[in-house]
């Protein structure tokens, strides 16, 4: 019986499970709904483009040219902080493959023993011992791990995320220990923009009415100056800057206690009962260091990385299609036909990680 | 290099695959990357203990290294920042570096202690970094039953 050897890369983040989208070859990666996260782009955007078409002409000539420029290097820094939130990776954890999972399951049943029929089995905690507290590690019943921890199971997207802190969906995506800082940054500086636009618009109008008169300005005829549209983009700073710079203070506080949103949300480390964050370096300044200069954490997932899969057809039985031997979803080992060898996973094949192509 | 990958492809062919140790993550430092040096039983006979701690040990100090919180991981936040870190298209993160590192060693330690060991070390990026994973392979003329989990009878039909 003769056998071929048939080489078949297929890319991980296309076999992942989870609620994500991915885009550009799997750098991209988002949540499904991404309805709000245009809304943001088209508020910014179109804001902006407003205060850049009417209002900074007339700063340029009468106050300053550094008043567009230094807006418009605010603006693209904004886009470049909520891109870089929106498309990365916030930290997604693996979930684990069938030999892993097996392994906690045969750990957890020696350690509950015995338990009665009809008895609910003990919940599925695993304490762990951190700068001399105890942490409960919880067991997610969907990712089949006991989560690290911080980590937590966002259900919108389906997954684990490591150091999890919400689920934004202004930016579409979930805020973890990847993105956090571009996001804190995001608010930061969207916070500034609102505010210098807010403020401008209103220099803008004092100084037109100064002018012309607070009556001309209001007044809108063709060829001058639109007045409706100062008054649209103030309204949207308005609103912007309340929700953002609020939002901005709370997260100041959040880093330099070394928090996250859900760890404030769920009182996990206030209270009198309640242990203290053992994460805290007790320091402000080391806190803040350690969440926004720390180190860029890599991606868990891989998903530029291809898996080998190496099979074997056999010739005599006939020739199969590559989409009868390609994997399932759920990386089960199912034979196409009694004869053909069962394919194997490709994280299972250990040769996958002798043979990575980068 | 073609040389070793075809005798741990070999070692593949001929090998069952028995089963799989998993060495845990340790978090009582908090939750920077280190790996529990605690030594499993699953592996009494088949390698020494000392290899294989001094093998977690140097995978520590590689995660160390990575994750240290020093000067020049805040030039590197600060300049990317300041270029709204669109200087990382170009450029590669230290901690990149060091998992490159770390990709090499495991392998050179694969093909010198493990493979002749009929063990293999999975790199633990692969895992999400929560496990250092141990494949323990059987050499199939020496296993005279044939275990009954899939991914052996997988391994097998191969």
Redo the contacts between chains.
Sequence with gaps: MSAVMITRKVRKWEKLPGKNTFCCDGRVMMARQKGVFYLTLFLIVGTCSLFFAFECPYLAVHLSPAIPVFAVILF??VI??LL?TSFSDPGV??R?????AN?IEMEIEAANGNVPAGQRPPPRIRN????NQI?K?KYCYTCK?FR???ASHCSICDNCVD?FDHHCPWVGNCVGKRNY??FY?FTLTLSLLTIYIFAFNIVHVVMRSVDQGFLNTLKETPGTYPFKLTVLEVLVCFFTLWSVVGLTGFHTYLISLNQTTNEDIKGSWSGKNRIQN??SHKNIIKNC??V???????R?L?SLSYSTIKF?VSVLVRSPSPKESSPSPKEE?HPPAPKL????SP??D??T???KTH | MAAE?HN??EM?HSAL?VT?V?IQ?D?????VCRFQNKFPSELNNRIERTLLEETVKTLNSYYVE????GGQ??L???L??AT???V?LCME????KV?KKISNYI?EQ?EKIYAPRGL?L??P???????L?V?VFEDRGSSGSTPSS??S???S??
């Design positions: 693209l820094f470049a902080f870089r954890l693996p684990a493959l069938p030999e892993e392994f762990v011992q951190i700068n942490v590690l791990i690290p921890p911080r150091r800082r571009y940054l053992p994460y260091c350690e926004l200069c720390g180190p860029t954490y890599p868990y891989h074997y080992e060898p069962p394919l194997a994280e299972t250990a040769e990680s002798i043979a | 990958f741990l492809q593949q695959l799989k998993f993550r978090y009582s430092e908090g939750t990575a994750e240290k919180i991981s805040y590197e936040g600060c990317a920042c709204a870190y669109i990382f993160t230290r901690y990149e998992l392998q694969n293999l999975t790199d990026i692969e895992r999400g970094m929560r496990v994973e494949s899939s991914m009878s997988c391994s039909a191969r």
